[in-house]
């Protein structure tokens, strides 16, 4: 079941969001946290890391990262989990996918909470269009859209990345709770796709109506 939360800006989403996460962490032993990256996030990292957190309860999977590209290099999502969250947080332990992730995940007794941004195709972590419902962590090739968006804010001489690691939905659908986190007028349309539209590969986030617990966070 998706419930959706309708906000009127930015604050109040990163806020909320950030309530969310406070809530589960402080009310949890325990907690297997699926992180996201992208703009969208920021603010609600921004706030967490402001709050007093118990972060050794916390270990990080992170959804996805480029293929090929050095975990120093400033655009990796390593770095901006570095920048935004890690170098704040002493969290117990933070992953990337790997060929292992989806076993090690459900080892580690499967995410508790898996926060998602929601790309304009309709992706989410890197399961582009035409992802399966039970895609594993796997390399995918990024589809153009997904390219020239992301690369806009690519201001590095090394090439923009053409491929990527991704958590694959099933991991994703295991999660016991997921957030998705969506800002900005410009993905109302796919937001709606997602959710209201229907279950299919050709948006992935479609699949998250088979899941029994989504929230979702919109605003303009
Ligand atoms: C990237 C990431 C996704 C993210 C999406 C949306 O492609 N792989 O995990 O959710 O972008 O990013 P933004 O929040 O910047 O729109």
């Not at 969310?20 to 032993?29: F, N, P, T, Y």
């Not at 029994?212 to 919109?218: D, K, Q, W």
């Amino acid at each position: 079941m998706i419930s959706i939360q309708w906000l009127k800006d930015y604050q109040t989403l990163s806020s909320n969001a950030a309530d969310l996460v406070s809530d589960l962490i402080c009310s949890s032993k325990n907690l297997n946290l699926g992180c996201p990256t992208g703009n969208t996030p920021i603010g609600m990292y921004q706030k967490l890391v402001n709050r007093d957190l118990d972060w050794h309860k916390v270990t990080t999977y992170n959804l996805d990262e480029y293929h090929d590209l050095d975990q120093a290099h400033p655009g990796s999502y390593r770095q901006y989990m570095n920048q935004h969250l890690h170098k704040h947080a002493n969290v117990n332990g933070s992953y990337f996918p790997t060929k292992s992730y989806d076993v090690d995940i459900a080892n580690a007794g499967g995410l508790g909470l898996t926060i998602l941004g929601l790309g304009h195709n309709g992706h989410v972590a890197f399961n582009e269009p035409g992802s399966e419902i039970n895609s594993l962590t796997r390399i995918v090739k990024l589809n153009d859209e997904t390219i020239r968006r992301n690369s806009e804010s690519w201001n590095y001489t090394t090439l923009f990345p053409t491929h990527a690691v991704t958590m694959g939905m099933k991991t994703i659908l295991a999660s016991k709770v997921i957030l998705l986190l969506v800002a900005g007028q410009s993905k109302l349309e796919v937001l709606k796709k997602s959710i209201w539209g229907p279950v299919t590969g050709d948006c992935p986030a479609s699949y998250l109506q088979t899941h029994s617990n989504v929230t979702v966070f919109y605003c303009e």
